[in-house]
């Protein structure tokens, strides 16, 4: 059996378009898009998802200007501007 996705979206990553679709989260989206890292350590190691369920933050992203933005619960939106979260 196929899933049948919904409508493309487009969204920016650090400037960079990416495309998604009505229905499935940022996350989704970005790993599709294969981002190497949605955030950085204070370290400055890269940071991805870990739960993809929201109950953790390793996947938290800035979108229009909002931090601590949880990329696994976020509907991918047209139009959206989302950059890494930098921990300071």
């Known amino acids: 059996m196929t899933a049948t ?7 920016h990553f650090e400037g960079q378009p990416v495309t998604g679709y009505c229905g499935e989260t940022l996350a989704t989206a ?3 898009a294969q981002v190497s890292a949605f955030g950085l350590t ?9 739960c ?3 109950t953790c ?3 938290v992203v800035t ?3 909002q931090r601590l933005v949880r990329a696994c619960l976020t509907e991918a ?12």
């Open 52 to 54: 993809n369920m929201g």
């Open 30 to 32: 970005l790993l599709a």
């Open 42 to 50: 204070r370290e400055g190691t890269p940071r991805l998802p870990f």
């Open 63 to 65: 979108v229009d200007g």
């Open 5 to 11: 996705r919904g409508p493309a979206v487009t969204f």
């Open 77 to 88: 939106r047209d139009g959206l501007c989302v950059t890494r979260h930098e921990a300071t």
């Open 57 to 59: 933050f390793d996947c």
